[in-house]
Nanobody, 121 residues
Framework: QVQLQESGPGLVKPSQTLSLTCTVS??????????WSWIRQPPGKGLEWMGAIAYSGSTYISPSLKSRTSISRDTSKNQFTLQLSSVTPEDTAVYYC?????????????RGQGTQVTVSS
């Protein structure tokens, strides 16, 4: 059974870069045909797919976030990382990492518990 765990700062100042890491256990991030994604949910709003990194290392980013989002991975640690630059209070959300067999989904079958990130000075 795969398990995903998000980690990172809970508070980020406006204009800074948010960096979150997802540590995966029970499965390799290089296993064929899996996509490892980041999803977020701002308070009072729905889930938003942010982007994904494929088993091959290819990345896919939501067009609305493309200018300030990157996703990378460390296969030696079985981790993948989200970086979101120039954050504003509108980036305050619960951030989830997830695994799915499709690139883009807000309802993946495997998901971490989520981590709250607040953008505030």
């Amino acid at each position: 059974q795969v398990q995903l765990q998000e980690s990172g700062p809970g508070l980020v100042k406006p204009s800074q870069t948010l960096s979150l890491t997802c540590t995966v256990s029970g499965g390799s991030i290089t296993t064929n045909n899996f996509y490892w994604s980041w999803i977020r949910q701002p308070p009072g709003k729905g889930l938003e797919w942010m982007g994904a990194i494929a088993y091959s290392g290819s990345t896919y980013i939501s067009p609305s976030l493309k200018s300030r989002t990157s996703i990378s991975r460390d296969t030696s640690k079985n981790q993948f990382t989200l970086q979101l630059s120039s954050v504003t209070p509108e980036d305050t959300a619960v951030y989830y990492c997830a695994r799915a067999r499709v690139i883009r989904t807000t309802t993946p079958p495997d998901r971490g518990q989520g981590t709250q990130v607040t953008v505030s000075s």
